[in-house]
């Protein structure tokens, strides 16, 4: 997790390296390479507020240390004047173009938030893509109480009634204590094999004896089990629908600010000059489609 980390914020730090270079004297100097200057202030503004309690010293200073060394070869690749180069100037362009156009991609968008999809356009995907919704595997829903020790286990099974599960896991459970409207289904092959080998032939609302595992005494009530081949409810998929809905009127979205800008913009198409290699037989003749197209 902290290498990770490291490497996201990096990521994030290099992104806003060039800040280092403006000239700020009401804070202090954390590095310097010739007249480029990293300043303390620098350092903490170039961090995601996400990230700030999150941040080591010792990240720190091995960013500084990346900044340094980034600073030492840029220095010299500009002193060598490798960014008059004609193949690195075509990089550096190229690079740049990337950059902008993911940026204009980026302020194009908009976020799953943004849409108001109603339940009818939910339940129409839903109902037409049904059958990519069919579960793979046996599936259990449960809730569950967890002590110590096996004396404490038997106390707390000894006291259950159909109604007071909840109660008794607020009182006596060293887990946290789940909610069953929002508890998901589990598929039976990933549980510990001392709970699957239970839950299976276990009845909907049934609570089991306790079950030893490494963390403790475990007792479940069985809220729920589905087989093998049935569907997934709408709510279970409820938010992947959203997003592949999100993701489909991005692509929508793209592709109008695309289609205006072509509307507006001088640009040619020739592709009747590339010419078919031997990839293409594979593909056979109907996947080349040669175009001449000029757009004024």
Known sequence: MNKWIVICVTAFLSAGALVGCREKTESPIVARVGKSKLTLDDLHESIPPEYSDRISRSQMLEYVKQWVDTELLYQEAMRRKLHKEPIIRERLEKMKKDLLGAEMISRSSFHTSDYQISDERLRAYYEKHKESFRRESDVVRYIEIV????????????????????????????GPVQDPRTVPFVAIQDLPPEIAGVVGNLRIKGTTAPIKLADGYHILR???????????????????????????????????????????????????????????????????????QVEN
Do not use: C
């Open 147 to 174: 002590v110590g020790d096996l004396k404490t286990a038997w106390k707390v099974r000894n006291m259950m009634t159909p109604d007071n599960f909840l109660d008794l896991a607020v009182r006596f459970s060293e």
């Open 222 to 292: 069985l809220l729920d089990k589905q087989s093998a081949g049935t569907y997934h409810l709408l709510s279970e998929v409820r938010n992947d629908i959203l997003n592949t809905l999100a993701t489909e009127a991005q692509k929508d979205g793209l592709e109008q600010l695309l289609s205006d800008l072509r509307l507006k913009t001088d640009y040619e198409l020739n592709l009747d000059i590339i010419p078919i290699n031997a990839a293409d037989s594979s593909s056979g003749p109907d996947s080349i489609t040669p175009e001449k």
